[in-house]
């Protein structure tokens, strides 16, 4: 399973990369069972997605 970084939104590869683990609740049902989802985000800093400037298109 491709994982990707809950930051920047590009794909992470735990064996080769710093990444802190996080889980964030699904859901809870009336009785209290809560499901847990899995993320990672990058440890070294990396630009959140939707922030960078815009690629410039040229004519060809
Ligand atoms: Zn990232």
Known sequence: MIQLCERCFA??????ERV????????????GEVR???????VAACVPAGTGAPV?????
């Open 20 to 31: 802190y683990r996080l889980s964030h609740i699904d859901h809870a049902d009336a009785a």
């Open 11 to 16: 794909p992470v590869d735990p064996a080769t």
């Open 56 to 60: 410039e298109r040229r004519a060809a």
């Open 36 to 42: 847990w989802r899995e993320a990672v985000v990058h």
